[in-house]
């Protein structure tokens, strides 16, 4: 059985109190921190950037998994590095194809682990030539924008392909994750999961963590 990374989404936190919220989810046994970055452009929602990463990063070890819902995402590869971000996810659709090793190869330079995601419309073949360089695939069971949204099974059904393709490939889920959601998503072959509701808002978060292992 391989390891199931569970990164809480601090996008359900009490952004008044992120630092005891990270602590929260950090001594129920959280692998990552997700920190979801939205730019009002890429996604409808604005949320937060560089600078929370920054302070984030001076309160908890574990790594930050950062997930870019913003356009021109390039420009901002050494910012996050600098911030103290881990692992740098970036939206195939914020892109140009043809620009996506670059985008790689700079995460890489930066001492960082690279992360491709697509939105629940985009054919998930469209990453077939990046699966040998990138580190993570994060496939949207979601629209990206919000939390607290309903799981739309037929997005995890691309993890299955990408899983055939790359047998050591992190495949990363998130939106609308929950225990049952999650039993269906590792069944397909991810092995990290993203949750932000379905953690923040139970009432037994260590309980609520394990149960999505
Ligand atoms: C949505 C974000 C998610 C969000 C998930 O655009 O990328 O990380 O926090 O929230 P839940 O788990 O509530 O669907
Ligand atoms: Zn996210």
């Not at 590095?81 to 890489?108: K, S």
């Not at 092995?191 to 923040?200: D, F, P, Q, R």
Request: charged share 25%.
């Amino acid at each position: 059985m391989s390891k199931i990374f569970v990164s809480p989404s601090i996008l359900s936190a009490d952004f008044a109190n992120l630092e005891r919220d990270i602590k929260l989810v950090e001594d129920a046994g959280a692998d990552w921190i997700h920190v979801d970055v939205m730019d009002g452009h890429f996604v409808p929602n604005i949320t937060i950037g560089v600078p929370v990463v920054k302070s984030i990063r001076k309160i908890t070890d574990l790594p930050l998994d950062v997930h870019l819902m913003i356009e021109n995402p390039q420009k901002y590869i050494k910012p996050f590095a600098q911030a103290g971000a881990d692992i740098l996810t970036f939206h195939y659709e914020a892109v140009m194809a043809y620009n996506i090793p670059n985008i790689i190869n700079e995460i890489h330079n930066n001492k960082m682990r690279a992360g491709i995601s697509i939105k629940p419309k985009m054919p998930v073949q469209v990453l077939d030539s990046f699966l040998n360089i990138v580190d993570m695939v994060l496939i949207m069971t979601v629209e990206p924008g919000f939390g607290g949204q309903k799981f739309m099974q037929d997005c995890a059904e691309k993890i299955k392909y990408i899983r055939q393709k790359a047998p050591d490939i992190i495949i990363q889920v998130d939106g609308g994750i929950n225990a049952e959601t999650a039993k269906v998503c590792k069944d397909f072959g991810a092995n990290s999961l993203v949750a932000g509701s379905y953690i923040y808002k139970s009432d037994d978060i260590k309980k609520a963590i394990d149960s999505l292992r």
